[in-house]
C-alpha cells in the first residue's frame, strides 16, 4: 500500500449548471448529470462540502450506471441528488465531448479513493469503514492506518450484516460523525443503502465502491494503469464473469443514443 459536491437536481433538462461555491461544472449526459472535477480542484471542492456540515453523496459512475441511471427512478434519484458525479468509464468522457465539446476528467475509482483520502489527511480529518469480510476489513483498516497516519479511522463494521444490525450501524456512524463513510461490498442495496439512509447517517460525505476494500487487503488487483487509459479495463472483469461480455450490446446501444442526442435533442 505504498500508492497514494449536495446538489438537488431542480432542473433536470438544464444542460449544465456552475456550482460557483465548490467550482463543480455540471453537465448532462443522455439526461444523467456529471460532474466536471480537474484533479488540481478536488481538494479545494472537498474542503467546501465538509465545511457546510451536511450530507454529501459522491458517486463513481460507469457507463452501465449511467444506463440504470436512465431507467431506474429510485438510483435515478441517488445520481442527479449526488454532490459529486465522478466518471470512471473513458466512454462517458468521450460522450461529453461529442455532445457538448467539453473537457470532463476521468478517475480511476483506486486512485480517487486514494486522492480522497490523501486530502482527509491533510487536515486529519476522519472516515468510516463500512463492508467487506471481517478479515478483509481489518487489514483494509491496518493499510489505511499505516498510509495515512493522520487520518483518523473512527469506525468500521463489516459487511453482511444481519437486519437487526442496521439500526446500530446507522447509530455508531452518526455518532463518529465521519468526515468520509468509505463503503463496499456486502451491503444490502449497494449505493441505495445510503441514498435510503441518506438522512438519518449525518452530515459528512459518503461514497461506495464495490471491491475497493478488496483492493487495499490486496486481496484483489485494481486494473493496470495502461488498461485503465485505453478504457480496456472491462475486459479483465469479463474473464471473471463471461457474461459481461454480453455489455457489447448495451454499449452500441449507447454509441446509437448519443447520435440521436446529437442530431435531434437541444
Not at 73 to 89: F, L
Not at 148 to 161: I, N, S, T
Not at 213 to 223: D, G, L, N, S, T
Not at 254 to 261: A, D, H, T, V
Request: hydrophobic residues 40%; proline residues 4%.
Amino acid at each position: 500500500m505504498g500508492s497514494k459536491k449536495t446538489l438537488i437536481d431542480n432542473n433536470i433538462e438544464q444542460e449544465d449548471i456552475i456550482q460557483a461555491d465548490v467550482n463543480i461544472q455540471r453537465v448532462q449526459l443522455l439526461k444523467v448529470p456529471i460532474d466536471i472535477v480537474a484533479p488540481d480542484q478536488l481538494s479545494e471542492v472537498v474542503y467546501k462540502l465538509l465545511s457546510d456540515k451536511k450530507e454529501h453523496n459522491i458517486v463513481l459512475l460507469s457507463l452501465w450506471d449511467l444506463l440504470k441511471a436512465r431507467r431506474s427512478g429510485e438510483y435515478r434519484t441517488y445520481v442527479t441528488r449526488a454532490s459529486m458525479v465522478i466518471p470512471i468509464s473513458k466512454s462517458l468522457i468521450s460522450g461529453i465531448k461529442f455532445l457538448t465539446g467539453k473537457k470532463a476528467y476521468r478517475y480511476m475509482p483506486f486512485d480517487f479513493i486514494i486522492s480522497m483520502l490523501t486530502i482527509l489527511e491533510k487536515r486529519e480529518f476522519s472516515c468510516y469503514l463500512l463492508g467487506g469480510k471481517r478479515k478483509v476489513l481489518l487489514k483494509t483498516e491496518q493499510n489505511i492506518r499505516q498510509t495515512f497516519p493522520r487520518l483518523r479511522v473512527v469506525g468500521r463494521f463489516p459487511g453482511y450484516f444481519k437486519r437487526h444490525e442496521e439500526s446500530t450501524i446507522i447509530k455508531a456512524i452518526k455518532k463518529s460523525s465521519p468526515s468520509l463513510l468509505l463503503a463496499g461490498k456486502g451491503i444490502r442495496g449497494k449505493e441505495r443503502w445510503i441514498y435510503k439512509n441518506n438522512l438519518v447517517l449525518g452530515e459528512g460525505m459518503r461514497l461506495w465502491c464495490s471491491d475497493i476494500f478488496e483492493v487495499f487487503a490486496e486481496k484483489k488487483r485494481h486494473p493496470s494503469r495502461a488498461a485503465f487509459n485505453s478504457g480496456l479495463e472491462w475486459i479483465g472483469y469479463c474473464f471473471h464473469n463471461p457474461f459481461k461480455f454480453f455489455r457489447i450490446f448495451p454499449y452500441i446501444g449507447y454509441k446509437f443514443l448519443l447520435l440521436f442526442y446529437k442530431l435531434f435533442v437541444k
